[in-house]
């Protein structure tokens, strides 16, 4: 039975030179624990949406020198792919996992997300936790933690969702590999379970 828990050796894979190097090394150490994770929680989403989810393990196909900094899988409505779409991610850089609900800069329903977001601006900032993070570029591992942001500062972001062709926005929780340490599989299931919890209520005001 695959581990779905990442260790010590999994974030050291993208310390790894070179392209085809570093690939095998995410296919080997990382690639099935992604594949297990896909399996559980698109059947955990499906049950909580009512609709079909798919996963999709990221291939990083389109790199031709540049060796990947993060690898995930993504969860979405749709078996071909998942940018079009808002969607779910659980994956990891070298120094934390990601687990994100977001709509990434392919998603054309951007605009439409972004508009429902704002009739629930209030709701947003008072029910998501406060140690959820936001990110507005999936590329880079920058984070804006949620209790720190201002009212007006989560506007923006969301604002800028709608009006920036190349915007995105992302939000969940990162964890550090110290924190892995003493994590079972179990642990870290009841971890993703309760953060995709807590991001269920973003999706739902998508597609309403």
Excluded at 8 to 20: A, H, M, N, P, R
Excluded at 165 to 189: C, N, R, W, Y
């Amino acid at each position: 039975m695959t581990s779905k828990t990442f260790k010590e050796k999994d974030f050291t894979v993208f310390s790894v030179d070179g392209l085809e190097e570093r690939m095998a090394a995410i296919k080997m150490n990382i690639h099935p624990k992604l594949e297990a994770l896909g399996e559980q929680f698109a059947h955990f989403l499906t049950k909580k949406t009512g609709e079909s989810f798919f996963y999709h393990v990221a291939k990083h196909a389109r790199r031709k020198v540049n060796p990947p900094n993060d690898t995930w899988v993504a969860f979405s409505t749709n078996k071909r792919g998942y940018k079009m779409l808002p969607h779910f991610q659980i994956g990891l850089w070298g120094t934390h996992v990601f687990i994100y609900f977001g709509l990434i800069y392919e998603c054309p329903q951007k605009m439409e997300a972004a508009h429902a977001f704002l009739k629930h601006l209030n709701d947003l900032k008072a029910n998501i936790p406060n140690d959820f993070v936001w990110s507005i570029d999936h590329t880079k591992p920058d984070v804006k933690l949620h209790d720190t942001l201002q009212l007006e500062e989560l506007q923006e972001m969301i604002e800028r969702l709608s009006t920036v062709k190349k915007a995105e926005l992302l939000v969940g929780i990162h964890m550090s590999p110290e924190e892995f340490t003493s994590l079972t599989d179990e642990q870290f299931i009841k971890k993703i379970e309760t953060t995709l919890h807590s991001l269920l209520p973003l999706y739902k005001i998508c597609n309403r």
